[in-house]
């Protein structure tokens, strides 16, 4: 019987279990995002003042704390490939799985924080969110490099993203399941559902990092005895000069000079701007510009297909991204928002069929977008290895510096949305509460400033993509890391780690 479980165990492909760590990731992060403002607002009572200083802290903590943790795990790997240490990709691999172990069932630990009131409601919401957003952030570092760090190739690198998008897919239904749980004055049954929640997550990651763990640990300890056999070989000889460590400020000069990064980290800050205001703004997009013409229950499945929609899109995505390359499809998904948004200002905010679609598939095709871009990261790691000649690629640091250029992004989407809405119709979405009784009676009684507000939307909803379309075809126009270029590149990795690259389909 034993033999039978560990069989069945054993043939499922790496691709599939580096996939799975995407589910035991969304099934819990996908409750957060929906219910922990509401718990602490509406359930423990937080006041005004403690929740602003929370998310201000966590605003600070969740932007330093990807470079600093890349920095912890890959300072490292940063020496040259002349350095006297060889480290093998299969000890990186490990490395990677080991983090992921230890961190994943900490991860889940403090997503069951948020859950139990243990302390004064500011103190733990400032507490929760920073330990959950660390835990997340090593967790969300070490999967991501392992993308670039299981494969070379294009095509299983995609296959690679293929998985966790149809894992993530799968982890979103947690949110469904949640509604039946959710009860703001009956609060135990939700904590149950968040303790199996917290649970299955816990024994996945172990699981499945125990199982890939077995994977590379032969692998690894080969390429040990073929170390110590080459030392031997070398006795007598001069020993290779060791370097010093490369410094922060040395590795962010480096960066400096990588250009495509840099094009990629612009257009990247604009793609996060775009993904974010959508999240942001597609309540009050659906409350003025549709809540009169459309159903309560068609707004809510507007709703819902924008959070499970992008998944399932970025599977269709992924497979041209195999046939015409990462670059391209990105290309023709910004040309798709620009043409998208001009056809829909010219047909003016009273087509709400073509209103509906459009404000669905803005969202759908500007969150997958942003589900493809893990591969173009992956490719700059593989650039920044060969530019700089290092002896194994720093994946959890790049990714973390192009997370510290791009997440200013999450800010500036709510700030400058509110600015601009305010500027176009006087309507600031922060004194509607106070004023509401006074905003309801313009709206009855003034149609001119109700038609002033929707117009306001609708421009701001056209407008928005428009620009971000602009500035995107822009930047990707000067990004050269495709065609030949790319394939140089990963040709040079291969051969410059002087091993074959692991092939994820034969493992």
């Not at 004055?185 to 968040?194: G, K, L, Y």
């Not at 590795?251 to 990629?264: E, V």
Request: hydrophobic share 50%; net charge neutral; proline share 3%.
């Amino acid at each position: 019987m034993a033999r039978r479980v560990w069989s069945c165990f054993s043939s499922i492909s790496t691709a599939v279990l580096y996939g799975s760590l995407s589910l035991f990731v969304s099934i819990l992060h996908n409750v957060f995002l929906l219910y922990y403002v509401d718990t602490f607002v509406s359930v423990y009572k937080i006041d005004k003042v403690s929740f602003w200083v929370g998310e201000t802290v966590f605003l600070i903590w969740n932007s330093l704390n990807d470079p600093l943790f890349g920095w912890i795990s890959d300072r490292s790997f940063l020496g040259s490939q002349h350095a006297g240490v060889r480290i093998s990709n299969p000890q990186v691999v490990l490395k990677r799985l080991q983090a992921l172990s230890r961190t994943g069932p900490l991860f889940a630990l403090s997503f069951l924080a948020f859950w139990v009131s243990w302390a004064r409601p500011g103190l733990q919401f400032l507490v929760c969110l920073c330990l959950y957003d660390g835990f997340l952030t090593v967790v969300d570092l070490n999967h991501n490099a392992l993308l670039a760090d299981l494969a070379v190739s294009a095509s299983e690198r995609t296959l690679l993203n293929f998985q966790c998008s149809l894992f993530s897919a799968l982890g979103s239904l947690s949110v469904f399941m949640s509604y039946s749980f959710w009860d703001k004055e009956d609060f135990f049954s939700f904590r149950m559902f968040c303790v199996a929640l917290a649970a299955l997550s816990i024994l996945g990651f172990s699981v499945a990092c125990w199982l890939l763990r077995q994977r590379f640990q032969g692998r690894a300890r080969r390429d040990e005895e073929e170390d110590s056999v080459l030392k031997e070989l070398c006795v007598g000889q001069a020993p290779l000069a060791q370097e010093k460590e490369l410094t922060l400020g040395q590795y962010l000069k480096q960066l400096s000079k990588h250009t495509n990064f840099l094009w990629f980290a612009s257009m990247n800050l604009v793609q996060v701007f775009h993904c974010h205001f959508n999240s942001n703004f597609f309540p009050l997009f659906l409350e003025h510009l549709l809540s009169d013409r459309i159903s309560a229950s068609t707004g809510s499945f507007l709703l819902g297909f924008s959070y499970i929609a992008p998944h399932l899109n970025n599977l269709y995505f992924l497979s041209l991204c195999g046939r015409y390359g990462v670059y391209t499809v990105v290309r023709w998904l910004f040309f798709l928002k620009l043409i998208l948004s001009v056809i829909m200002l010219l047909a003016g905010p009273d087509q709400i069929y073509l209103l509906c679609i459009f404000i669905a598939s803005n969202r759908v095709f500007t969150e997958g977008t942003c589900k493809l871009l893990n591969l173009v990261i992956s490719d700059l790691v593989d650039e920044d290895l060969v530019m700089n000649r290092r002896q194994q690629a720093a994946s959890a640091l790049l990714f973390g510096m192009v997370a510290l250029v791009t997440k200013p992004g999450q800010t500036f989407a709510p700030l400058i949305g509110t600015w601009l809405l305010c500027v176009y119709t006087g309507y600031d979405i922060f004194q509607r509460d106070p004023l509401q009784e006074v905003v309801r009676t313009q709206e009855l009684w003034n149609p001119a400033w109700f038609s002033t507000l929707r117009h306001g939307c609708f421009h701001l909803l056209v407008f928005i993509p428009i620009t971000c379309a602009f500035l995107q075809l822009l930047a990707w126009s000067q990004f050269s890391l495709h065609g030949k270029r790319l394939q140089s590149i990963k040709l040079q990795r291969q051969s410059a780690s002087q091993e074959l690259p692991i092939d994820v389909k034969d493992i």
